[in-house]
């Protein structure tokens, strides 16, 4: 079975900088694309960033573009999500997310599996 558990969420101020890592086992040679999602108090969960197996493919939303990167070490089974310059308004509920195929859209439906979320709170 396939499990996502994502780590590293936690209260940061604002400007502040944190790594939420998504720790991934089970099969998953299956799942050559993780991505980040997060849902926000009142808010439908968006996407914010994806990744291909090798790493050379990345898209990001627009409200992320220059602040966060993602990565990951497919010799961990491991994706980061490194956020820099965080505001109040990337407070969420983050979540990692595997699937088969990789796809420059962020549309939860490319997505099989997903971890449990990691709570992120910026203060101001």
């Known amino acids: 079975q396939v499990q996502l558990v994502e780590s590293g969420g936690g209260l940061v101020q604002a400007g502040g900088s944190l790594r939420l890592s998504c720790a991934a086992s089970g099969r998953t040679f299956s799942y050559s694309a993780m991505g980040w999602f997060r849902q926000a108090p009142g808010k439908e969960r968006e996407g914010v960033s994806a990744i291909n197996w090798a790493g050379r493919r990345t898209v990001y939303t627009d409200s992320v573009k220059g602040r966060f990167t993602i990565s990951r070490d497919d010799t961990k089974n491991t994706m980061y999500l490194q956020m820099n310059s965080q505001r109040p308004d990337d407070t969420a509920v983050y979540y990692c997310?595997?699937?088969?195929?990789?796809?420059?859209?962020?549309?939860?439906?490319?997505?099989?599996?997903w971890g449990q979320g990691t709570q992120l709170t910026v203060s101001s």
């Open positions: 997310a595997a699937g088969s195929y990789y796809s420059s859209t962020l549309k939860e439906s490319s997505y099989a599996y």
